[in-house]
């Protein structure tokens, strides 16, 4: 990847830090790797990218056990923070960490959204 490519992809990541509990924005290649990342200093966005490329590989084969697709979007909800997956084009993974007051699945669980 060029870094104009890269450059123009970590832009792209600016309106999800925007919001002041995203802790960290990220877009990761199917095998773990950071193509882009905007987080706080804190977060190690290395370690991130690669537990992130193993959640999407243990929900690709939870799916395929039920006869489905891959998941669309993944959300781990812990104490403080919430992981949200989700596809960014057809190559990359777009994780979002937040606080969970910002970054929630709650209005899917809640029948916002069906």
Known sequence: MSAG?????AARLAPYRA?????AA???SRDGF??????????VVDAVAAQAAGVIDSSSRLAAEL????????????DDLNVVLAPFGDELTLA???????????????????
């Open 5 to 9: 490519s890269a450059d123009a992809l």
């Open 96 to 114: 979002l960490v937040g606080r969970p007051d910002i970054l929630s699945c709650d209005y899917r669980l809640a029948g916002g959204e069906g």
């Open 67 to 78: 006869g489905r697709h891959e998941a669309k979007y993944i959300s781990v909800e812990l």
């Open 34 to 43: 950071v193509v882009a990342a905007d987080a706080d200093a804190d977060i």
């Open 26 to 28: 990220l877009l990761i």
């Open 19 to 23: 919001h002041a509990g995203i802790v």
